[in-house]
Every structure is written in C-alpha cells, then in structure tokens.
C-alpha cells in the first residue's frame, strides 16, 4: 500500500519568501510522484511530476520539488513567494493508476 | 472540450435521495477516475475506468455508490439513498493511460445532503 504525509496543513509566509511544503511517502517500489495545486474555487492544477530520471523537477510558476529516495520525500519549494502562490497544494503518489492524495497544506502569502 | 467537464457543478439534494453525476472527459484519454473530497480533506480515489477493461471499483465507499462509462466517453457517478456524509466535492479526471501520465481534473460537482 501506499500513502503520503504532507506536514503542516497552514504554512504562512511573507512575499518574497521561501516557499517550503514538505511531502514524504511510504510505497514498496519508487512512484510516481505530483504535486497539484488548487485555487480557491478552481479545479486542481498539475504543477509538476516525477516519472523517472533527473531528481530535481521544475515545474510551472517557479516551482520545483526534489525526489530524494533515502528519505522517501519529494518537497515543494519556491525562492521567493508571490501573493497569486496562495492556494492549497496536494502531493500525491502513483503506483499503477489512481492516485494517492496527501491531505494538503493550505499555503497563504502575507503581504 | 479544451478539458474535463462535470454536470451539474453543485447539487444540493435531500436524504435518501438518488443523485447522478457525470462527467466528460478529455477526447482520446482511455482512463477516467472519480474522487471525492470532502471539506477540509485531500482525495479519496473512488473508482478507475481503463477503455473496456472492467472498471477498479476498489474505493468505492459502500454499495450505495456506482458508476458506468460508456466505452472512453462519458461517466455517470450514481450515489442512491444519500447520507448527510455524502455531501462532498465530487472531481473526476481523465488521463492517457500510460504509468505517470498527469491526470487532467474536471472543476467538481459540490454534493450537498440536507
């Protein structure tokens, strides 16, 4: 079985901070990993993904996230915050089809 | 369509009502996915549909819930005599099914059981 921990349900940051949402999953074999975003109101959005090769994934708006196998992690990062950041962010993990969904982290942007 | 589309986008229901969900997919994506979200909450996979093999219904979460699909078009989520914790966002996605290919979300039906 498979499942995904995202830590922290509010993360809050002050623009042109570090954007930092920490994601670790438990699988048998590596997965594939997303994260999707959501804005408020709007249906989820693909922000980047892991398949295989390159550890290290950009993604859209800035956004990238690493795939570290030892520590069965694949966290969220962003250099510096933009108040249009502020959404709820889901990490989520793929063996065969389905995905398994973490319960989010609601990131909000201080001005 | 450009994307996913689901009907209707809210739904407010008695319980012990019937209701019926659909959801159109990306033209050419073979694989379609119902999850539900409830407020506060991530995902729950419900059920995978890949072109004509029989359907994943593994998380569905009790027999009142069913879905069909008709070849890779349209799905229909049916949920009968609704419970107040039924009421949730119902999202459904489509996706080329190849391992790891993104899934494209629809907006979400919001399902609400007074």
């Known amino acids: 079985a498979q499942s995904v921990t995202q830590l922290g349900s509010h993360v809050s940051v002050s623009e042109g901070a570090l954007v930092l949402l920490r994601c670790n999953y438990s699988?048998?074999?590596?997965?594939?990993l997303f994260w999707y975003v959501q804005y408020p109101n709007q249906g989820l959005q693909l922000l980047l993904k892991?398949?295989?090769?390159?550890?290290l994934v950009k993604g859209i708006n800035g956004f990238e996230a690493e795939f570290k196998k030892s520590e069965t992690s694949f966290h969220l990062t962003k250099p510096s915050a933009h108040m249009s950041d502020a959404a709820e962010y889901f990490c989520?993990?793929?063996?065969?089809?389905?995905?398994?969904f973490g319960s989010g982290t609601r990131l909000q942007v201080q001005p | 369509g450009a994307g996913v589309s689901q009907s209707p986008s809210n739904k407010v229901t008695e319980k012990g009502k019937d209701v019926e969900l659909r959801c159109d997919p990306i033209?050419?994506?073979?694989?379609l996915y119902w999850y539900r979200q409830r407020l506060g909450q991530g995902l729950e996979f419900l059920i995978y549909?890949?072109?004509?093999?029989?359907?994943?219904k593994s998380g569905l979460p009790s027999d009142r819930f069913s879905a069909e699909r008709t070849g890779e078009s349209v799905s229909t989520l049916t949920i009968q005599r609704t419970q107040q914790e039924d009421s949730a966002v119902y999202l459904c996605?489509?996706?080329?099914?190849?391992?790891?290919?993104?899934?494209?979300f629809g907006p979400g039906t919001r399902l609400t059981v007074l």
């Open positions: 996605a489509s996706s080329l099914d190849r391992g790891g290919n993104e899934q494209f």
């Open positions: 699988s048998s074999v590596p997965p594939y």
């Open positions: 892991y398949t295989t090769g390159a550890t």
């Open positions: 989520a993990v793929s063996l065969r089809r389905a995905l398994t």
């Open positions: 033209s050419g994506h073979t694989a």
């Open positions: 549909f890949q072109g004509n093999s029989a359907p994943d």
